[in-house]
């Protein structure tokens, strides 16, 4: 017999899931108004259709990189990336050429990806120095 364990929650855990379920609740939502399919979706995007349906459902992680193919390759939608602090007001929205490389980088394959984050990364350090 199987048992299920309660998955331990702290509060961090809860809003960033309660952020992640809100963004993807409305994916859902603009799929559905786009008259397709998770499978359909997900060919678009290059990722399976159960994927789609697990990050749906909530039982996966949602990387940046899985967002950015949804949104713009799946259902063909502009992704615009802002931080806020709260929903108050905004606090920082990115500049045209640095949404743009955002984007590029959110293309590349995980292992370019990787070096190329490590680089900036490092970049950033120096200049905090």
């Known amino acids: 017999m199987w048992k299920v364990?309660?998955?331990?929650?702290?509060?961090?855990?809860?809003?960033?899931?309660?952020?992640?379920a809100r963004l993807l609740s409305e994916l859902r939502a603009r799929r559905r108004d786009?008259?397709?399919t998770q499978a359909e979706v997900g060919v678009k995007a290059g990722?399976?259709?159960k994927y789609v349906s697990e990050l749906?459902?909530?039982t996966r992680d949602l990387p940046f990189s899985t967002l950015?193919?949804?949104v713009e390759r799946g259902l063909g939608l502009s992704l615009?990336?802002?931080a806020t602090d709260g929903g108050r007001r905004t606090v920082v929205e990115l500049p045209p050429k640095i949404a743009e490389l955002a984007r590029?980088?959110?293309?590349?394959?995980?292992?370019?990806?990787a070096s190329v984050l490590a680089?900036?990364?490092?970049?950033?350090?120096?200049?905090?120095?």
């Open 5 to 20: 364990r309660p998955r331990k929650v702290d509060a961090r855990t809860t809003a960033q899931s309660s952020t992640t």
């Open 34 to 36: 786009a008259a397709l």
């Open 47 to 49: 990722i399976t259709g």
């Open 56 to 58: 749906e459902r909530g």
């Open 68 to 70: 950015h193919a949804l």
């Open 80 to 82: 615009e990336v802002r």
């Open 104 to 113: 590029a980088v959110a293309e590349l394959g995980d292992e370019q990806r």
């Open 119 to 129: 680089i900036l990364r490092e970049a950033l350090r120096l200049i905090d120095r």
